[in-house]
C-alpha cells in the first residue's frame, strides 16, 4: 500500500476531552483524541474513531453510509447510530471489557466486536 493511499484529506483531530453539550458534526471522517463524555455528540458522514472512552451519543455515516464504523478504547454509548441504523446499550450489560471495540453493519444489524487491526 502507498502513502497515497491512506492519505483523506476530509479527516479532522479533535485534540481534547467533548463534555456534556459539546457536539462536532463533520462531512468526513472525525478522530477524537479523548473521551467523549455523555451529553456529548459526534456525528460525521464517514467513521469515527475515539481515542478513550466514548460514553456520549456518536453518527457515523450520517449521510447514509451503511460501510461506515466507529471504534473506541471503551465502546459505552448512549446511543450509537451507523447510517440509518440506531442502537443503544443493553440495560443490563454487566461487562465492561477494557480493550477497543469496533461497531459497525453485518448482515443489516448493528455489531459490536473486538477491534482487530486485521478486520475486514
Known amino acids: 500500500m502507498e502513502l497515497e493511499d491512506l492519505v ?7 485534540q481534547r476531552t467533548l463534555r456534556s453539550g459539546q457536539s462536532i458534526c463533520h462531512d468526513g471522517n ?12 459526534v456525528v460525521a458522514s464517514g467513521n469515527i474513531i475515539v481515542m478513550g472512552s466514548l460514553r456520549g451519543v456518536v453518527h457515523a455515516g450520517a449521510k447514509g453510509d451503511i460501510n461506515a464504523i466507529i471504534i ?13 441504523h440506531i442502537t443503544r446499550p443493553p440495560e443490563d450489560e454487566l461487562s465492561d ?20 487491526s486485521n478486520f475486514k
Open 72 to 84: 473506541g478504547f471503551r465502546l459505552r454509548p448512549t446511543q450509537l447510530r451507523i447510517g440509518n
Open 30 to 41: 472525525v478522530v477524537v483524541l479523548g473521551d467523549v463524555n455523555p451529553g456529548a455528540e
Open 97 to 116: 471489557p477494557n480493550y477497543p471495540e469496533l461497531a459497525r453493519i453485518k448482515n443489516g444489524v448493528v455489531t459490536i466486536e473486538t477491534f482487530n
Open 8 to 14: 483523506d484529506e476530509n479527516t479532522i483531530l479533535v
